[in-house]
T-cell receptor, first 116, second 118 residues
Framework: NAGVMQNPRHLVRRRGQEARLRCSPM?????VYWYRQLPEEGLKFMVY????????ESGMPKERFSAEFPKEGPSILRIQQVVRGDSAAYFC??????????????FGPGTRLTVL | AQTVTQSQPEMSVQEAETVTLSCTYD???????LFWYKQPPSRQMILVIR??????QNATENRFSVNFQKAAKSFSLKISDSQLGDTAMYFC???????????????FGTGTRLKVLA
């Protein structure tokens, strides 16, 4: 059973470009979460999605950032007009739909975004 | 708002020895979940152990155990018989019950960097 997959693992963008980060949850998981980790810091929650729905986006910056989890395909975190401060590791996590294990999130390997 | 505090930025332990990492949190909730995650140099986040607040019994996973003190809002991780492969960043995380919060987001501490010495 494959784990959470993220691609690309490393992404380099110049200021003003767009960054698209992809996340495929574990098989059977319908909850997806995105977290950001700045250098030497802990992970900060950004957004929680279920298929075709954003459930909690309380951690998303108001501008330039958006996320989706379509009915088919991976979840996408999109950052428009990137700035140097967006450089970070972005982690995706997933959890199953029901049951007592819903609270446990399984993380992908992360995408390290570098903005030049 | 909930906060999670890890007061030890760095720790070291000799191989085969025991080490305890501390974590405290602040919440007014009664139902919640606590986790320890390990992040080795590969940066992959790996679940170490989880604890439901309604359970009084401390969780244990092989060499890893927790000391959960609900009244004190403390959730420390004990690693017994430390191994070189335990070298990593360790993050404590808190999550409110979905019933009360409507979300499953984690709140992480800032981490403790553990180095196991040969």
């Amino acid at each position: 059973n494959a784990g959470v997959m993220q691609n690309p693992r490393h992404l380099v963008r110049r200021r003003g470009q767009e960054a698209r980060l992809r996340c495929s949850p574990m098989k059977g998981h319908s909850h997806v979460y995105w977290y950001r980790q700045l250098p030497e810091e802990g992970l900060k929650f950004m957004v929680y999605l279920q298929k075709e729905n954003i459930i909690d986006e309380s951690g998303m910056p108001k501008e330039r950032f958006s996320a989706e989890f379509p009915k088919e395909g991976p979840s996408i975190l999109r950052i428009q007009q990137v700035v140097r401060g967006d450089s970070a590791a972005y982690f995706c996590a997933s959890s199953p739909e029901t049951g007592s294990t819903t609270d446990t999130q399984y993380f992908g390997p992360g995408t390290r975004l570098t903005v030049l | 708002a909930q906060t999670v505090t890890q007061s030890q930025p760095e720790m070291s332990v000799q191989e085969a020895e025991t080490v305890t990492l501390s974590c405290t949190y602040d919440t007014s909730e009664n139902n919640y979940y606590l986790f320890w995650y390990k992040q080795p140099p590969s940066r992959q986040m790996i679940l170490v152990i989880r604890q439901e607040a309604y359970k009084q019994q401390n969780a244990t996973e092989n060499r890893f155990s927790v000391n959960f003190q609900k009244a004190a809002k403390s959730f420390s991780l004990k690693i017994s018989d430390s191994q070189l492969g335990d070298t990593a960043m360790y993050f404590c995380a808190f999550m409110k019950s979905f019933v009360t919060s409507g979300t499953y987001k984690y709140i992480f501490g800032t981490g403790t960097r553990l180095k196991v010495l040969a």
